[in-house]
């Protein structure tokens, strides 16, 4: 289909339909940039450790303890 | 040593999560014992992490160790121990590494190389684009 057709397809549409055209639209640009890793409604870990500044002052002591 | 580019990789766990992410080989030895792992270089750890069981198969015992960490962050809750590894991701010559070995199991949490100190150790760039991360050791 050419995009002059769609265009036409599209014209006609109401205000709700052409938003929910520019959503899925915008989905399948996601997925062509492998950036749709994440699906609404599931649970995924947070792996990083990210507030451990104590600790990792006292990693740093441990090194300094027992140089190479 | 020059500069050595790792692909991102999906790797299977409890979660759903599918992602590539940048995990990396690394031989982890203490003492005589090593074992070879996947590990997530993680910018947005603080310290390096190792699980419970893995570090069981390292040969280190829980009850002698005498390097208690203050954790009061995501490892809050559960205990942590300051542990010395010799860590080599090829083609790079080994190195020390600090973990916090923690009481979680790596069905809990991941092997994580985090800013204390595997970030001291190398240049780290990501490129999530091409799904690949570049390592440089620093000297």
Redesign the interface.
């Known amino acids: 289909m050419l995009l002059t057709e769609i265009e036409k397809t599209i014209h006609p549409l109401s205000r709700t339909e052409k938003l929910q055209l520019i959503q899925f639209i915008t989905a399948e640009l996601l997925k062509d940039e492998?950036l749709d890793?994440?699906?609404s409604e599931?649970t995924?870990?947070?792996?990083?450790?990210?507030?451990?500044?104590?600790?990792?002052q006292?990693?740093?002591e441990?090194?300094e303890q027992?140089p190479? | 040593m020059m500069p050595y580019t790792f692909s991102y990789f999906a790797e299977q766990?409890n979660?759903?999560?599918k992602?590539n992410l940048p995990f990396v080989s690394v031989t982890l030895t203490y003492l005589e014992q090593a074992v070879q792992v996947s590990a997530?270089v993680?910018s947005?750890?603080?310290?390096?992490?190792l699980p419970y069981d893995v570090g069981l198969q390292l040969g280190l015992v829980w009850e002698t160790q005498n390097?208690p960490?203050?954790?009061?962050?995501?490892?809050r809750g559960s205990l942590?121990y300051?542990v010395?590894l010799t860590g080599e991701i090829k083609p790079f010559p080994a190195m020390?590494l600090?973990?916090?070995w923690t009481k979680k199991t790596s069905t809990e949490?991941?092997i994580?190389l985090?800013?204390?100190?595997f970030f001291q150790e190398f240049k780290v760039s990501f490129d999530g684009k091409s799904?690949t991360f570049e390592l440089a050791q620093n000297k």
């Open positions: 492998r890793y994440f699906e599931k995924y870990t947070l792996w990083s450790v990210y507030d451990e500044g104590r600790a990792a006292q990693l740093t441990l090194l027992n190479s | 766990s979660s759903a999560v992602a997530l993680d947005g750890s603080t310290v390096n992490v390097f960490l203050e954790v009061a962050g995501v490892l942590a300051g010395l020390k600090a973990f916090a949490i991941r994580i985090g800013q204390v100190n799904q």
